[in-house]
T-cell receptor, first 112, second 113 residues
């Protein structure tokens, strides 16, 4: 049972345009959500997070939106740069459980 | 501030052997978690330690174990290795109590032959 789902295995966008990565979850106990970026042969790099008490969090070019009623979150990257090309993972945690549950990832390719 | 470090970076073992992986968290971080990444299953939680105590455990067999030392450094051990244990093993640390963002090391790539 996959509790965190990233339904798009890949996404391709042009440099300078917006990249939108989506994530759905099923567990109502999740109250903290994170996005990570991963290059091959490296560990995931933390990008941005959002608590369930908020619906939006911004950090530079990265914005995460949370829709609790739909159990959906998205990561917006504006403007997209070739260096953003990587696999992006959505992760969630709930309550005092510090375990992260990850989605399968979305490969983002930003074309020059 | 130095990031999470993991040793060794690469390891080749044969079936039936055991292996110990090491993780040093970011200075000041007291929570250490371990994850396994495989192409088929993605990133899966193994266990989490805080103040030398295992607080959470994932759905892995008892062959997978870990511990945390008083300086927050952590080790994980896999006994009686199987071919399916070939994976990237990632360690992550986090600062208590909030936020629960976890910062990952580069991982140890284990190949079981």
């Amino acid at each position: 049972d996959q509790q965190v789902k990233q339904n798009s295995p890949s996404l391709s966008v042009q440099e300078g345009r917006i990249s939108i990565l989506n994530c759905d979850y099923t567990n109502s106990m999740f109250d903290y959500f994170l996005w990570y970026k991963k290059y091959p042969a490296e560990g995931p790099t933390f990008l941005i997070s959002i608590s369930s008490i908020k619906d939006k969090n911004e950090d530079g070019r990265f914005t995460v939106f949370l829709n609790k009623s739909a159990k959906h979150l998205s990561l917006h990257i504006v403007p997209s740069q070739p260096g953003d090309s990587a696999v992006y993972f959505c992760a969630a945690s709930g309550g005092s459980n510090y375990k992260l549950t990850f989605g399968k990832g979305t490969l983002l390719t930003v074309n020059p | 501030k130095a990031g999470v470090t993991q040793t060794p970076r690469y390891l080749i073992k044969t079936r039936g052997q055991q292996v110990t992986l090491s993780c040093s968290p970011i200075s000041g971080h007291r929570s250490v978690s371990w994850y396994q990444q495989t192409p088929g299953q993605g990133l899966q939680f193994l266990f989490e330690y805080f103040s030398e105590t295992q607080r959470n455990k994932g759905n892995f067999p008892g062959r997978f174990s870990g511990r945390q030392f008083s300086n927050s450094r952590s080790e994980m051990n896999v006994s009686t290795l199987e071919l399916g244990d070939s994976a990237l093993y990632l360690c992550a640390s986090s600062l208590e109590p909030e936020p629960p963002a976890q910062y990952f090391g580069p991982g140890t790539r284990l190949l079981v032959l």
